[in-house]
């Protein structure tokens, strides 16, 4: 990776002191599921962040520094080559068996959303999730180009089907953060094998959708969108909220295709308030602390704490550092006037990186 999110202190700093774990639940050999595990590993409810068609677990690593800092246990997922909705649920569920959780929260964000939401749908009949948390999401593949042409896709060069991708990436960018988030995803799906890239963009073109969105709506939902430009129209987020009406909204004034990156504190704001309704309970992610005492006052306090946050901070070398609490994590956000993004819906959307 050449860019400087990779080339940055504090994500060198996650890759040293987070390992990655491969590991194989199939009975092919060749699907591992690769994954960082950060936080307290008594804690058997985390929340487990999936990722877009285009990026790897290692765009998490911020949500991963910033929420483990936090007490929480984080687990940033990388899934092996499936080509069916049905192969990926029956995958997950046996990772989350083999790592012994009880339940999860699922931070899900484009495709890695819409997986969330179909494993959720799949084992509606228990509750092995707790909660769900998508970024940039959507229900319908329908709305998405090459639909017809999507059982071609595994016999396309890899170069293509990148080029198609890197489609959906909005052009002049001038948010210096969002251009780094961008940089950071591209080098992603540049080490994405011809398999793995055609797989996802399969998932994202099978004319599938949600079909039980009212079996869902005992689940806590919180959908996170952007205001600005984005890979999705406003009918397909329209449609997100239309099957989760009762859903909680957390909306950036900006942060691109990736604000998990380039708006990460915002977006950790936003996963430790979903979270907290949890506290203290079985379903908690999040190491408790006692009560009363000064440690625990102090994090409640930074925990709901609103603050401006200054949109010129830029990522430097001395300025890279391993946020430690909410409040330094918010310090280190953007965020610039809000605008509305207008698009002609008749045309199918590309797909959302």
């Given at each position: 990776m050449s860019n400087r999110l990779a080339a940055s202190v504090e994500y060198q700093s996650f890759r040293n002191a987070v390992p990655l774990k491969r590991i194989v639940v199939d009975g092919d050999d060749s699907k591992v599921w690769s994954l960082y595990d950060a936080g307290p590993r008594s804690i058997k409810c985390p929340i487990i962040c999936l990722p877009p068609a285009a990026g790897k677990a290692d765009v998490f690593f911020k949500q991963v520094l910033g929420l483990?800092?936090?007490?929480?246990?984080?687990?940033?997922?990388?899934?092996?080559?499936?080509?069916?909705?049905?192969?990926f649920c029956s995958g997950l569920r046996k990772v989350i068996d083999h790592l012994r959780l009880d339940q999860v929260h699922i931070f899900g964000c484009s495709l890695g959303?819409?997986?969330?939401?179909?494993?959720?749908?799949?084992?509606?009949?228990?509750?092995m999730v707790a909660s769900l948390i998508v970024c940039n999401g959507f229900t319908d593949t329908t709305v998405f180009k090459y639909t017809r042409a999507a059982t071609a896709f595994w016999i396309i060069p890899a170069?293509?089907?990148?080029?198609?991708?890197?489609?959906?990436?909005?052009?002049?960018?001038?948010?210096?953060?969002?251009?780094?988030?961008?940089?950071?995803?591209?080098?992603?799906?540049?080490?994405?094998?011809?398999?793995?890239?055609?797989?996802?963009?399969?998932?994202?073109?099978?004319?599938?959708?949600?079909?039980?969105?009212?079996?869902?709506?005992?689940?806590?939902?919180?959908?996170?969108?952007?205001?600005?430009?984005?890979a999705l129209s406003p009918n397909v987020k329209e449609d997100m909220y239309k099957c989760f009406p009762n859903s909680k909204r957390a909306h950036l004034k900006s942060g691109g295709n990736f604000p998990y990156l380039s708006r990460s504190a915002e977006v950790n704001l936003h996963l430790r308030i979903h979270l907290k309704q949890f506290d203290g309970t079985d379903q908690s992610a999040c190491k408790e602390f006692s009560k009363g005492s000064e440690q625990s006052q102090?994090?409640?306090?930074?925990?709901?704490?609103?603050?401006?946050?200054?949109?010129?901070?830029?990522?430097?070398?001395?300025?890279?550092?391993?946020?430690?609490?909410?409040?330094?994590?918010?310090?280190?956000?953007?965020?610039?006037?809000?605008?509305?993004?207008?698009?002609?819906?008749s045309d199918p959307d590309d797909f959302p990186i």
């Open positions: 483990s800092g936090m007490g929480c246990r984080v687990i940033a997922l990388d899934y092996p080559v499936y080509w069916t909705i049905e192969e959303g819409y997986l969330a939401l179909k494993f959720a749908e799949r084992v509606r009949s228990t509750s170069f293509i089907l990148k080029r198609l991708v890197m489609g959906s990436l909005t052009s002049g960018i001038t948010d210096t953060l969002q251009s780094d988030a961008t940089d950071f995803v591209v080098d992603c799906l540049e080490n994405l094998s011809q398999q793995e890239i055609s797989s996802r963009l399969l998932l994202h073109c099978n004319g599938d959708y949600l079909r039980f969105p009212h079996a869902l709506q005992h689940i806590p939902v919180t959908i996170l969108d952007v205001f600005d430009d984005s102090s994090y409640q306090d930074q925990s709901l704490v609103s603050v401006d946050l200054d949109s010129s901070d830029e990522i430097a070398e001395d300025q890279d550092i391993i946020p430690k609490t909410l409040l330094q994590l918010s310090k280190k956000g953007g965020v610039v006037g809000a605008s509305v993004i207008e698009k002609d819906d």
